[in-house]
């Protein structure tokens, strides 16, 4: 008796312990199978729109939930000026995010399509903000500037970025802007060169995406 007991009570082990090893073999193989598929589907582009310029002979490609508007006719600095907002069409575009895709005509040097800083246009920047921005005491060391020669779309280009401390808030504006990061990737094309700029609060998504746009520039003349 105590023998069928013992074999009884081993048959409900071996039995336990297979149903248990056919869990875990199935609970990893599903986990797998949804790493896979995430995997899978973070290597998929996401859904974007084109833009296409067929005077200046360009196009670049932005995301599907952005907004572009075309302000050419709202200012008279560049021939062409686009507006780019992290937002969909009709949503509020909010003043924390401001990018700027312009073309400049007759460019004999890139680098001359960037308003880069120098010792006396910084010393100006810091004055005009102390005199403006209450509480403000900003110093030279608050910038720090980056300026770099490079390529995009196979053209060369320049690029620079300005990251600016502000003693009043970790997001703040200064004489109406948001400020704490901004960057300008001015791009040569014979004579003309299309430059994008972003100013925000700091690096985040947006800026992130904002630099997939650029990489998706082609010329097509």
Known sequence: MKRLILLILLLFISIGLFLFKRDILLLITSFRGANEADLESSKKPLPT???????YG?????????????????QNTHPLELHLYPVPE???????????VAVIENVTDVKTTIPKFTKENLAD????????????SMKESDIAVTFNNTT?????????????KCSTSPTCHLLGWPTGYEKWVAVANKNNAVRFYVTTYFENDNTVKLDKIINTLKFTK
């Open 49 to 55: 729109k084109t833009y296409k310029n067929d005077k």
């Open 58 to 74: 360009f196009t670049f490609e932005y995301p599907n939930d952005w907004t572009l508007y075309d302000n050419t006719k709202n």
């Open 90 to 100: 009709g949503s509020p575009t909010g003043d924390a995010f401001y990018s700027e």
């Open 125 to 136: 920047f810091i004055k005009l903000v102390n005199d403006n921005s209450p509480g403000e």
């Open 152 to 164: 995009v779309a196979g053209k060369p280009a320049v690029e620079q970025i300005e990251r600016i």
